[in-house]
């Protein structure tokens, strides 16, 4: 199998976001995560992030959404509106990408 990094359209910067939750609970800390890369057409980097989600107790499919918002928020904080998001959760995709055929209520805030 190989893999390897796709650059987005010319013009256009790639977000890509990961959002991780631990099966493991671990005592007063938190048990899921984000990660966030922007880069652009030529693979530089533009900007990362990682971090943890504090204090909630989330499904996986919103950790993921939390991961877009975050990731979402912080290309237009810096700017950027020409944008190919990238994410690996075919639930969390469907749940933007279906937005208007109905969301389940816990996650209907994350997905507006």
């Given amino acids: ?64 959404l939390w991961a877009i918002f975050n990731g979402m928020c912080l290309a237009f904080e810096r700017g950027f509106r020409n944008i190919h998001l990238e994410i690996d959760n075919l639930v969390a995709f469907y749940l933007v990408k279906n937005f208007r055929d109905g969301v389940p209520e816990e996650l209907h805030n994350l997905v507006q």
Avoid at 7 to 30: A, D, E, L, M, Q
């Fill in 1 to 64: 199998m190989n893999i390897q990094w796709v650059p987005p359209p010319p013009g256009t910067i790639k977000v890509n976001v990961h959002g991780v939750i631990s099966s493991f609970p671990f005592p007063r800390r938190n048990a899921s995560a984000v990660g966030i890369i922007l880069k652009d057409e030529e693979g530089y980097l533009l900007c990362n992030l990682l971090g943890t989600i504090p204090n909630l107790n989330l499904a996986a499919e919103a950790v993921q």
